[in-house]
C-alpha cells in the first residue's frame, strides 16, 4: 500500500507519487487529506485523484473548504503562522471549483482497512482531532499505545505535520506520520515524500520513499499566481520560511529558521 499526506495544491508531486507507485506495482493507494493549500492551481489536483482510484479522506483543509469556513482549521496559534495560512487560504477557497467542494465534502474522516492479519487506522492529525499535530519529539509511546488500543488498531498512520516519522510499539504495532507530497520537509532538499506499507509473513514494515518531482516549474506557477515569496523559497530550498511557530524545539532547531 502507498500512503501520502498533503497534497498542497501540487499536482506535479501528486502524478509523481502516482507514476511511482505504479511502477512499484503497489495494490492500493491511500491519500490521507489536505489536498489544498500552499501550491497553485487546486482543480488540478482531483482528476489525477479520482481518476487514479486513489481512496481519499479529509483532512481540516477539506473540511473547511466543503463547508465554506473562514479559515482553514490548521490549528494553528501564532499571528504569523495564521498570517500565512490565510494567504494560502483564501487562495485556494476561491480557485477551487464547487464541483470539487462538493466531492471533499463527501469523504470519510478516517479509513480503515486490514493488511494481511493487522488492522490499520489511518487518520488526518489523529484519530481525536483532525487538526491535532502529532511530532516525534511530544508523541510519547503511552499517548501513541492509547490511540492503537482505543481504535483497536495494530497500525495507525497519521500526516499534517509536514514531517515524517516512524515508531515500533509494544506488542508488533507501529504508529506513522507519512509526512507530505506537497512541500520538502524542512531539510534543505527539494523532494517530498511518501509512504509504503508492506505485509509479509503477517509482519507490516514501513518504507519512506523520496520523491523527486519537478519543483522549478511549480515555482514558476507558483510565482505566475502571485503566490508569496515564503513559499515558493521553501519549494526551491526545501526550508521552511512559514508555518514554522508550531513545531517543538527540536524539530524547529533542525531548521534553518
Request: hydrophobic letters at 35%; one cysteine or more.
Amino acid at each position: 500500500m502507498a500512503l501520502f499526506g498533503g497534497v498542497y495544491n501540487n499536482y506535479l508531486a501528486l502524478k509523481r507519487v502516482l507514476e511511482v507507485a505504479a511502477q512499484l506495482s503497489v495494490e492500493r493507494v491511500f491519500c490521507l487529506g489536505d489536498m489544498g493549500g500552499f501550491g497553485p492551481h487546486p482543480n488540478r489536483c482531483f482528476p489525477l485523484l479520482q481518476d487514479s482510484g486513489v481512496i481519499c479522506m479529509a483532512g481540516n483543509y477539506d473540511l473547511a473548504l466543503a463547508r465554506g469556513e473562514e479559515d482553514c482549521g490548521c490549528g494553528y496559534s501564532d499571528p504569523r503562522d495564521n498570517h500565512f495560512a490565510q494567504i494560502s487560504y483564501d487562495y485556494t477557497f476561491q480557485k477551487t471549483s464547487p464541483g470539487n467542494k462538493r466531492w471533499l465534502g463527501r469523504l470519510p474522516e478516517a479509513i480503515r482497512f486490514r493488511l494481511g492479519p493487522r488492522q490499520v487506522h489511518l487518520c488526518h492529525g489523529s484519530p481525536r482531532r483532525t487538526n491535532e499535530f502529532l511530532w516525534a519529539s511530544n508523541s510519547p509511546n503511552h499517548l501513541l499505545e492509547k490511540f492503537l488500543t482505543d481504535y483497536d488498531a495494530d497500525v495507525m498512520a497519521c500526516t499534517h505535520t509536514g514531517i515524517k516519522w516512524q515508531r515500533a510499539l509494544q506488542p508488533e504495532r507501529q504508529f506513522i506520520n507519512v509526512g507530505v507530497i506537497g512541500r520538502p520537509e524542512n531539510d534543505g532538499t527539494t523532494h517530498v515524500w511518501f509512504c509504503l506499507l508492506t505485509c509479509e509473513k503477517g509482519d507490516v514494515s514501513c518504507e519512506f520513499v523520496p520523491l523527486a518531482y519537478g519543483y522549478e516549474n511549480l515555482a514558476n506557477e507558483m510565482r505566475a499566481e502571485e503566490l508569496p515569496s515564503e513559499f515558493i523559497q521553501t519549494v526551491e530550498t526545501g526550508w521552511w520560511t512559514t508555518c514554522l511557530e508550531i513545531m517543538p524545539g527540536k524539530e524547529r532547531r533542525s531548521g534553518r529558521y
